[in-house]
């Protein structure tokens, strides 16, 4: 039966809007929101997810697995993501698309000098913008005839927009607040990569209250007070 199923899927073709049929994603992302994003830009894509919240998770699992995309946050809680586009740029299994993927523009450059074959800038919401940059990092051999027909056109319309599930973002405004329980006020270390993950997350909420406070422009206990704000207040119900 399971041969059966498989010679339907590779003789029934992508239909229209879903150009990355029968592809495998790997998402390298440490927020749950933006994640839930890419899982809605597959789903409609044709495309399966995979996801890794970490460098070690996703060294674990490109060990065993062989995906034909994988997106990549340079922000991640064991290490820049640079490093791993890298290493999948110089060794023999390199994926065949490698894209890069932050909420700050400036970095397209660090992960494009890395390796990667494009970059996907934060948020990522538009369904024509993110198949056309799958689509021009793949290699030809990897996509159907009909591919690049079926793509989603730029600027189709409210449908070409996706709204990840808000629970997504309630989930990574709790574990910021998590993180700046447990970093030291002296710990730069920790508290660069949770002022880098609530930036990101911030961002992809439209959020720019957040965002800016993100950036270091306010104080420890003042950045979790928003982040508690948003969890606790009045606007909590905009969150699910």
Same mark, same amino acid.
């Given at each position: 039966?399971?041969?059966?199923? /498989?010679?339907?899927?590779?003789?029934?073709?992508?239909l229209p809007g879903q150009p990355l049929f029968g592809l495998t994603v790997l998402v390298v992302e440490?927020?749950?929101?933006? !994640?839930?994003?890419?899982?809605?830009? !597959?789903?409609? /894509?044709?495309?399966?997810?995979?996801?890794?919240?970490?460098?070690?998770?996703?060294? &674990?699992?490109?060990?065993?697995?062989?995906?034909?995309?994988?997106?990549?946050?340079?922000?991640?809680?064991?290490?820049?993501?640079?490093?791993?586009? =890298?290493? @999948?740029?110089?060794?023999?299994?390199?994926?065949?698309?490698?894209?890069?993927?932050?909420?700050?523009?400036?970095?397209?450059? %660090?992960? @494009?000098? %890395?390796?990667?074959?494009?970059?996907? #800038?934060?948020?990522?919401? /538009?369904?024509?913008?993110?198949?056309?940059? $799958?689509?021009?990092? @793949?290699?030809?051999?990897?996509?159907? #005839?009909?591919?690049? =027909?079926v793509a989603t056109p730029a600027g189709a319309g409210a449908d070409d927009a996706i709204a990840p599930?808000? $629970?997504?973002?309630?989930?990574?405004?709790?574990?910021?607040?998590?993180?700046?329980?447990?970093?030291?006020?002296?710990? &730069?270390?920790?508290?660069?990569?949770?002022?880098?993950?609530?930036?990101?997350?911030? @961002? /992809? =909420?439209?959020?720019?209250?957040?965002? &800016?406070?993100?950036?270091?422009?306010?104080?420890?206990?003042?950045?979790?007070?928003? $982040?508690?704000?948003?969890?606790?207040?009045?606007?909590?119900?905009?969150? $699910?």
């Amino acid at each position: 039966m399971a041969d059966d199923f /498989s010679e339907f899927l590779s003789t029934r073709g992508p239909l229209p809007g879903q150009p990355l049929f029968g592809l495998t994603v790997l998402v390298v992302e440490d927020s749950r929101f933006a !994640c839930e994003a890419m899982r809605l830009l !597959c789903q409609r /894509s044709g495309a399966r997810l995979r996801r890794a919240d970490c460098l070690r998770s996703a060294r &674990k699992h490109l060990a065993t697995y062989r995906p034909a995309v994988v997106i990549i946050d340079l922000g991640l809680p064991d290490g820049a993501g640079e490093d791993l586009i =890298a290493e @999948l740029a110089a060794g023999p299994a390199r994926a065949p698309a490698v894209i890069g993927t932050s909420g700050d523009p400036d970095r397209a450059g %660090a992960a @494009l000098a %890395a390796g990667a074959a494009a970059f996907l #800038p934060k948020p990522i919401e /538009s369904l024509a913008a993110f198949q056309r940059t $799958v689509l021009s990092a @793949l290699p030809e051999s990897l996509l159907s #005839p009909t591919a690049r =027909a079926v793509a989603t056109p730029a600027g189709a319309g409210a449908d070409d927009a996706i709204a990840p599930d808000r $629970v997504a973002l309630r989930d990574d405004l709790a574990l910021a607040v998590r993180l700046l329980d447990d970093a030291g006020p002296s710990d &730069k270390a920790a508290l660069g990569y949770v002022s880098q993950f609530l930036r990101g997350v911030a @961002l /992809s =909420a439209h959020d720019e209250a957040l965002a &800016k406070a993100a950036t270091g422009q306010a104080r420890l206990p003042d950045l979790r007070a928003l $982040v508690e704000d948003r969890l606790t207040g009045p606007a909590t119900s905009g969150l $699910v």
